[in-house]
Antibody, heavy 120, light 108 residues
Framework: QLQLQESGSGLVKPSQTLSLTCAVS??????????WGWIRQPPGKGLEWLGY???????YYNSSLKSRVTISVDRSKNHFSLKLSSVTAADTAVYYC????????????WGQGTLVTVSS | EIVLTQSPATLSLSPGEGATLSCRAS??????LAWYQQKPGQAPRLLVY???NRATGIPARFSGSGSGTDFTLTISSLEPEDFAVYYC??????????FGGGTKVEFK
């Protein structure tokens, strides 16, 4: 059973860059069977998709984030990462990493989520 | 961007009753819709994908239907663990992948 676990700073100052990592266990990112994504949820609100990376490395982002978001993968460490630059208080949310079978852009497996607060 | 509108916002029901949740898309999305369940403090869980296919391990009391712009998630008989928030998500026309605003199923 694939398991995902987010890690990273829980407190980020305004204008700085939020960085999170999603460690994958129970399977290999390099196996090619899955694609990977990030979703966030502001406190008490709904889900917002941030970005998605296919197994071949092609990556797509939510344009509402105005090019602030980057997803990358480190196959040697079996993890993938999220960077969100120039953060403001509006970026305060629980951030989830998730994955799903290739060519089905749904999310079968989720991390537990990590709360990131943007505050000085 | 495809907008998904879920209704009602809140559904007040008792265990054993049936639940019908609606998700309407701003344009046709064929059958490319999923449903998720989220309990407080937990990550969402995939219930149904491509409108009517139950995900692995999901009980048969959950069923999805619909195509085009109108979709329904039906819970045939509510168990205590089914009281949660439910989201729909489309993958027909993206980016962006979009989610509905959610329907909360609460105890009556």
């Amino acid at each position: 059973q694939l398991q995902l676990q987010e890690s990273g700073s829980g407190l980020v100052k305004p204008s700085q860059t939020l960085s999170l990592t999603c460690a994958v266990s129970g399977g290999s990112i390099s196996s090619g069977g899955y694609s990977w994504g990030w979703i966030r949820q502001p406190p008490g609100k709904g889900l917002e998709w941030l970005g998605y990376m296919y197994h071949d490395g092609n990556t797509y982002y939510n344009s509402s984030l105005k090019s602030r978001v980057t997803i990358s993968v480190d196959r040697s460490k079996n993890h993938f990462s999220l960077k969100l630059s120039s953060v403001t208080a509006a970026d305060t949310a629980v951030y989830y990493c998730a994955c799903g079978s290739n060519w089905y852009e749904y999310f079968q497996h989720w991390g537990q989520g990590t709360l990131v607060t943007v505050s000085s | 961007e495809i907008v998904l509108t879920q209704s009602p916002a809140t559904l007040s029901l008792s265990p054993g009753e049936g639940a019908t949740l609606s998700c309407r898309a701003s344009q046709s999305i064929s059958s490319y819709l999923a449903w998720y369940q989220q309990k407080p403090g937990q990550a969402p869980r995939l219930l149904v994908y491509d409108a009517s296919n139950r995900a692995t391990g999901i009980p048969a009391r959950f069923s999805g239907s619909g195509s085009g712009t109108d979709f329904t998630l039906t819970i045939s008989s509510l168990e205590p663990e089914d009281f949660a928030v439910y989201y729909c998500q489309q993958r027909f026309n993206w980016p962006p992948l979009t989610f509905g605003g959610g329907t909360k199923v609460e105890f009556k």
